[in-house]
C-alpha cells in the first residue's frame, strides 16, 4: 500500500504563488503517472496537473502558463507550482499516483484558498 502526503496549501492574496509538494510512503515505480487533481465545494474533481514517467505533462487548460508540475523519482515525490493564483484557484487539491495496471492511489488533500 502506497501512501500520499501532500503539503504546501494555505491562504494566499490573488496574484500569489504555492508550492505544493506530494511525497509516497514508500518507493514507487517511475513508471507511475503522478499529479494533481482538485476539487471546489459544489463541483467535480478535476485534473489540474499530471506527468508520466517519460516527462511528458498535461495541465488543465484554465492552469496552463501559470503551474508546473515537476517530479523527482529518487524522492517518490511530485510537485505543483502555482503562480498568478486566481480566486477561482480555491480548492481542495489531490495529490494520485496512477500505477500501471491503473491502480490509483490519493492523497488526503491539502486545501488552498486564494482571497483577499
Known amino acids: 500500500q502506497v501512501q500520499l502526503v501532500e503539503s504546501g496549501g494555505g491562504l494566499v492574496q490573488p496574484g500569489g504563488s504555492l508550492r505544493l509538494s506530494c511525497a509516497a510512503s514508500?518507493?514507487?515505480?517511475?513508471?507511475?503517472?503522478m499529479g494533481w487533481y482538485r476539487q471546489a465545494p459544489g463541483k467535480q474533481r478535476g485534473l489540474v496537473a499530471a506527468?508520466?514517467?517519460?516527462?511528458?505533462?498535461n495541465y488543465a487548460y484554465s492552469v496552463k502558463g501559470r503551474f508546473t508540475i515537476s517530479r523527482d523519482n529518487a524522492k517518490n515525490s511530485v510537485y505543483l507550482q502555482m503562480n498568478s493564483l486566481k480566486p477561482e484557484d480555491s480548492a481542495v487539491y489531490y495529490c494520485?499516483?496512477?500505477?500501471?495496471?491503473?491502480?490509483?492511489?490519493w492523497g488526503q488533500g491539502t486545501q488552498v484558498t486564494i482571497s483577499s
Open positions: 514508500r518507493s514507487i515505480s517511475s513508471d507511475y503517472v
Open positions: 506527468m508520466a514517467s517519460g516527462g511528458t505533462t
Open positions: 494520485y499516483a496512477n500505477s500501471v495496471t491503473g491502480y490509483t492511489y
